[in-house]
Nanobody, 124 residues
């Protein structure tokens, strides 16, 4: 069973940066398609970034391209989201998700098997 724990959220000024982390148990990051989603009050869940299990393919929402970078550390079994040039519209709860398939590239949130509890990011 995969367990995901997000950290690194906080409150920052517009234009600032944060790095979110999602630590998984075992070697789940290496053997899973991993993603970051975000959800703001009154809005539907939004796909932010996706990385294939092998780390050789990524996806970014148009709203974050050029500002956010998804990456993973297989030794630490951790997924990261580096967020630069933050805007007020980035304010949301950020969640990591995993699909237990190293070759999959999953875009639909309904297809993910495991979710963390989320970490709050507030940009003012």
């Amino acid at each position: 069973q995969v367990q995901l724990v997000e950290s690194g959220g906080g409150s920052v000024q517009a234009g600032g940066s944060l790095r979110l982390s999602c630590t998984a148990n075992g070697d789940a990051v290496r053997r899973s398609c991993m993603a970051w989603f975000r959800q703001a009050p009154g809005k539907e869940r939004e796909r932010v970034a996706v990385i294939r299990g092998g780390g050789d393919d990524t996806y970014y929402a148009d709203s974050v391209k050029g500002r956010f970078t998804i990456s993973q550390d297989n030794i630490k079994n951790t997924l990261y989201l580096q967020m630069n040039s933050l805007k007020a519209e980035d304010t949301a709860v950020y969640l990591c998700a995993a699909k237990s398939d190293s070759s999959a590239f999953v875009l639909d949130s309904d297809e993910y098997d495991y979710w963390g509890q989320g970490t709050q990011v507030t940009v003012s």
